[in-house]
């Protein structure tokens, strides 16, 4: 019986460990053949650095699949302790860094949580302000609308 005690103990341990791993940024990126997009959805909590990371990797994929529109889904991402105003400048400044093609066009969708979605706005600012086509949504339908839009 001490050991069960001791296995389910370690078992519990291990689901806290899988849940805190779960907090972090998560995403995917996929080609949506059909709407001729690059479908970004990320989730959890995000550093500057992951969120590099992930921007280098959808630019590759966008450059592969030749691909100029891009829906981020963000609604299920929450804000980290770091989020700052510096960090989301940081953000637009790292795109002005890449020379991307003023041909690309990035929708949005906001985070449910609120500190996210200010950090969001802000970002759209900042992009939109280096000549970039980005645009923040609450509904998935009016970032397509606005994103298919010739």
């Known amino acids: 019986m ?3 005690k001791q296995n389910m103990t370690l078992q ?8 805190k791993e779960a907090k972090k940024m998560g995403w995917k990126a996929g080609h949506n053949k059909n ?11 995000p550093e500057i650095e992951e969120l590099k990371a992930a921007v280098m990797s959808s630019l590759k994929l966008c450059y592969e699949k030749q691909v100029t529109r891009v829906l ?5 991402m929450v804000s980290s302790v770091n989020d700052s105003i510096m960090s989301t400048y940081e953000l637009g400044s790292f795109y002005e860094s890449l020379k991307i093609e003023i041909l690309m066009k990035e929708a949005i ?9 200010a950090m969001m706005y802000f970002f759209e600012t900042t992009a939109r302000n ?7 949504f609450a509904e998935r339908d009016d970032a397509l609308s606005w994103l298919l839009k010739v």
């Open 35 to 45: 709407l001729g997009i690059l479908e970004v959805t990320f989730t959890g909590s």
């Open 109 to 117: 969708i906001l985070p449910e949580n609120e500190k996210a979605a």
């Open 130 to 136: 280096r000549g970039f086509n980005v645009r923040v």
């Open 72 to 76: 981020a889904d963000c609604s299920k």
């Open 2 to 4: 001490e050991k069960y």
């Open 12 to 19: 519990k341990s291990k689901k806290a460990i899988n849940w």
